[in-house]
């Protein structure tokens, strides 16, 4: 069975710090991972994804992940925060079944 | 704008009454996806479709819940008999079965019963 965990609902940086958001993914077969941005009352935005190759991935906004898959982990990360990052951060795996499994986000505020 | 599209944005309804929503997914787009979402929550997984074939239900949507995609192309939610504790954030998403694998969402429908 597929699940992803993580880390922190609330994450607070300040501007220009580094922002890491943690997720850790369960799967019994090589996973796709993702991570989606929110913005309130909105859908969902993909930031990045990994499905095979590069373990390090690049996304927009500056953000980028690495897949580890010995720690099975895919964190978040962007050198240096900026004020319009504020939002809802989900992870995400897609299972062999084509579910998407969301995890259960992360707020990301950001201080001036 | 290609994206995917949710009718309405927001729905007020008086408990007991049925509401029916409407997404309309990517053109070239054969998966579709329906997901609810509470306040500090992620998306919980309801029902999926291949074209217009229903392929899995989530152990979430009872049977006051059904969807239907009758063509492969646009799909329709129905809560019937609603109740306060339906009230959530409703996205719709779809991907392509081949090639990227990302879901597209739409900006959601957002359910309160009152």
């Known amino acids: 069975a597929q699940s992803v965990t993580q880390l922190g609902s609330h994450v607070s940086v300040s501007e220009g710090a580094l922002v890491l958001l943690r997720c850790n993914y369960s799967?019994?077969?090589?996973?796709?991972l993702f991570w989606y941005v929110q913005y309130p009352n909105q859908g969902l935005q993909l930031l990045l994804k990994?499905?095979?190759?590069?373990?390090l991935v690049k996304g927009i906004n500056g953000f980028e992940a690495e897949f580890k898959k010995s720690e099975t982990s895919f964190h978040l990360t962007k050198p240096s925060a900026h004020m319009s990052d504020a939002a809802e951060y989900f992870c995400?795996?897609?299972?062999?079944?084509?579910?998407?499994?969301f995890g259960t986000g992360t707020s990301l505020t950001v201080i001036p | 704008d290609t994206g995917v599209s949710q009718d309405p944005r927001h729905k007020i309804t008086k408990r007991g009454q049925n509401v029916t929503f409407r997404c309309d997914p990517i053109s070239e787009h054969n998966r579709l996806y329906w997901y609810r979402q509470t306040l500090g929550q992620g998306p919980e997984f309801l029902t999926y479709f291949q074209n217009e074939a229903q392929l899995e239900k989530s152990r979430l949507l009872s049977d006051r819940f059904s969807a239907e995609r009758p063509k492969g192309s646009f799909s329709t939610l129905e809560i019937q008999r609603t109740e306060q504790g339906d009230s959530a954030m409703y996205l719709c998403?779809?991907?392509?079965?081949?090639?990227?694998?990302?879901?597209?969402f739409g900006q959601g429908t957002r359910l309160t019963v009152v």
């Open positions: 995400a795996v897609l299972n062999t079944g084509n579910q998407f499994y």
């Open positions: 990994y499905t095979t190759g590069a373990t």
């Open positions: 799967s019994s077969v090589p996973p796709y």
């Open positions: 998403a779809s991907s392509s079965y081949e090639g990227n694998t990302e879901a597209f």
